[in-house]
């Protein structure tokens, strides 16, 4: 075993991470020019004002990315999240993105954004254990754009 003059430690230390952040973002921004993350949070409220879906993540780099998307059990299957989902396509269009990237389980809803124009783009198996992870995106340039 090669002897390092390098230290590794592993837990939470801003400092440390704020560098690593900085150091990446200065070697994209040489890469790529100036850009920005900005946050992105849509919910869906009933009458009485209670949140029954939403869908938070970010933008940045010509793209929206969707962390999460969440519809109370008893709203599913009612055009909800159709709602949520378009809603937040013409936000990423008003941002100027070009696309929406987001991911989700096999027990989750790969059928749903499917039917929604999401295309397929890899798959990673046994995440977790015994299910997979799907990566989709969809343009939201017209000439991109795949019909269903």
Not at 2 to 21: E, F, H, I, N
Request: aromatic share 12%; charged share 20%; proline share 4%.
């Amino acid at each position: 075993m090669t002897d390092t003059p390098y230290r590794l430690s592993l837990g939470a230390d801003p400092q440390a991470m704020a560098v690593v952040r900085q150091g990446l973002e200065r070697f994209n921004v040489e890469q790529i020019g100036a850009y920005a993350y900005e946050d992105f949070q849509l919910y869906a409220r009933d009458s009485a004002g209670q949140v029954v879906g939403g869908l938070f993540g970010h933008s940045g780099m010509g793209w929206l990315y969707i962390d999460y998307l969440w519809l109370d059990d008893n709203q599913r299957s009612h055009g909800l999240g159709t709602q949520l989902l378009h809603a937040a396509e013409d936000e990423a269009r008003r941002r100027g993105c070009q696309g929406v990237f987001l991911y989700t389980y096999s027990f989750q809803a790969p059928g749903f954004y499917h039917k929604q124009g999401y295309q397929l783009m890899g798959v990673l198996e046994d995440c977790p254990p015994g299910h997979q992870r799907h990566y989709l995106k969809k343009s939201l340039r017209t000439q991109d754009a795949q019909p269903d």
